[in-house]
């Protein structure tokens, strides 16, 4: 599967963007979708992650209540809603995928992927 993040940007703090992941390839499997960020000096960490289905999510602890993680299958895209947006969340936002028999899995750790998007970068100003 190929990933394809879109909808990066700068923003002041309380504003809100949309990012988009488009997958092409072997999009007639199911798999599971999560976003991931990266901030300067610091480890890739798991934002939120949802399953084929899109019946089950997770969100870390840092952006519950003002992210939400949804998919369109039909368009073969996954989206990261962010809303109140914080300097702290500034990163480059990555999207992956995993190939999955599990309709209703999600997957929280990097280990777990072995599809990548390029990156979007994400700026929140204070």
């Known amino acids: 599967v190929q990933l394809q993040a879109s909808g990066g940007g700068l923003v002041q703090a309380g504003g809100s963007l ?31 992650a949802i399953s084929w289905t899109g019946d089950n999510t997770y969100y870390a602890d840092s952006v519950k209540g003002r992210f939400t993680i949804f998919r369109d299958n039909a368009k073969n895209t996954g989206y990261l809603q962010m809303n109140n947006l914080k300097p702290e969340d500034t990163a480059v936002y990555y999207c992956a995928a995993q190939l999955t028999t599990v309709s209703a ?15 979007t970068q994400v700026t929140v100003s204070s």
Not at 26 to 46: C, S, V
């Open 105 to 119: 899995a999600v997957y929280i750790s990097t280990r777990q992927y072995t599809n990548w998007g390029q990156g």
């Open 18 to 48: 949309k990012l988009s992941c488009a997958a092409s390839g072997r999009t007639n499997y199911m798999y599971a979708l999560g976003w991931f960020r990266q901030a300067p000096g610091k480890e890739r960490e798991i934002v939120s």
